[in-house]
């Protein structure tokens, strides 16, 4: 089984490419990153990576998602998750997190000292 997550994500290039990073090296098989802006210095180095599908939520992001840009967070993070969840299937198992929160699994070289 493979497992990948989706995230809606604003935040600094540098948190952005560390969030992905980790769960890359955890095992993750597929990340769905939705940019909540515009982020060339995330977006340029994540649609490189054959694990990563990214993408920057901009109006024809939105348009094609059925309208305009959704004021709260939750709404947009919602959409995009689903999204993600009716992609040609890719993994087995997907998870939505924020760009704050990380798996973690004791079996990690990440979680031994």
């Not at 939520?57 to 947009?76: E, F, I, M, S």
């Not at 995009?80 to 087995?92: G, K, L, P, Q, S």
């Not at 198992?93 to 990380?102: G, K, Q, R, S, T």
Request: hydrophobic share 40%; net charge positive.
């Amino acid at each position: 089984m493979n497992w990948g997550l989706s995230a809606t994500i604003l935040a600094p290039a540098a948190d952005i490419l560390r969030f992905a990073a980790y769960h890359i090296e955890l095992g993750a098989h597929r990340l769905y990153i939705y940019l909540d802006d515009d982020n060339p210095a995330a977006f340029n180095p994540l649609k490189d990576h054959p694990k990563v599908r990214v993408q920057t939520c901009d109006a024809a992001h939105w348009k094609k998602l059925g309208g305009r840009r959704p004021v709260k967070h939750q709404a947009r993070q919602t959409m995009n998750a689903t999204h993600a969840y009716h992609r040609r299937a890719e993994v087995d198992w997907l998870i939505h997190m924020d760009a704050d929160e990380f798996t973690w699994m004791p079996t990690s070289s990440l979680c031994r000292t």
